[in-house]
């Protein structure tokens, strides 16, 4: 069942000058899709758009079938939709413990209890009275995904999950938004810069270049033939803007 529906999304900070052009994208329940493209492409810009953070000019998005009202946050959060930004947006002087109590607040009934989170991630057990700001990145990540489960997303997006995280961490991370998906049906679009990683746990990809979708397959088909993602890459210069090649 088609949980995320983007049909002819333009978006962008300037309306005569938008980003993102006509961008059609569905996400399944239960699927995990990857956003790749290089810097500036407008993975972020498309991630704050969805979430009600910047205005749209054009085109629709729709959460099992509902219509998300544009430009507003709140819309978004009560459709479902919840973003991880890449400053992951937590409360650094109040503790891991009052982190997590917050979003069970701010969220009410739909919400799964603090518990459940640390089920997900039983490293932050011993850090619940830790301040957020002195937790290391990955224990800060995981909370921030953490205060997105405790409201039970239909739609997840995560912005530069691995930024600054040890590979070790990245891989204890991974498995949660697939369990994630698998047993809550939550659609999760994940943006990440390191394109084998991100194949590796993902159904599907997407690769946005200049603001428009060039390529869009199964994960497990561009495993198979990076050539393909490295051909959308090479347009803009893969080399030159830092990432890491598909494979690497
Ligand atoms: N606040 C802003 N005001 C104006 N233009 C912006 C703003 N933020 C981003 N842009 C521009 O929007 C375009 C898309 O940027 P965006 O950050 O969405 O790309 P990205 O694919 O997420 O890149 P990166 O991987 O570097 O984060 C870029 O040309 C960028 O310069």
Request: aromatic content about 2%; overall charge positive.
């Amino acid at each position: 069942m088609t949980r995320l529906e983007i049909s002819g999304l333009s978006t962008g900070y300037f309306r005569q000058r938008p980003c993102l052009r006509d961008v059609n994208l569905n996400v399944d329940q239960g699927e995990l899709l990857c956003l790749l493209g290089p810097n500036g492409a407008g993975k972020t810009t498309l991630l704050l758009a969805l979430a009600g953070l910047i205005p749209t000019f054009g085109g629709t998005v729709r959460i099992d079938g509902h219509q998300v009202r544009s430009g507003h946050p709140r819309s978004s959060v009560s459709s479902g939709l919840v973003l991880v930004p890449d400053d992951r947006a937590l409360f650094r002087r109040l503790s891991t413990e009052q982190n997590l109590r917050l979003a069970v607040r701010e969220r009410g009934s739909r919400t799964v209890g603090v518990e459940q989170v640390l089920e997900y991630f039983p490293a932050l057990r011993k850090r619940l009275k830790i301040d957020a700001g002195r937790l290391s990145g990955g224990e800060q990540q995981m909370l921030a995904i953490g205060r997105a489960i405790v409201q039970r997303p239909k739609v997840l997006l995560i912005d530069e999950l691995s930024m600054g995280l040890a590979p070790v961490i990245v891989e204890e991370i991974l498995p949660v938004l697939r369990r994630l998906a698998e047993t809550d049906g939550t659609a999760v679009i994940l943006v990440e810069q390191h394109v084998h990683v991100a194949l590796r746990v993902a159904d599907r990809a997407a690769v946005l270049v200049h603001g428009e979708l060039v390529l869009e397959d199964s994960a497990r088909t561009l495993l198979d033939h990076p050539d393909r993602v490295e051909r959308a890459y090479l347009g803009q210069g893969l080399a030159a803007s830092g990432r890491s090649a598909p494979g690497g």
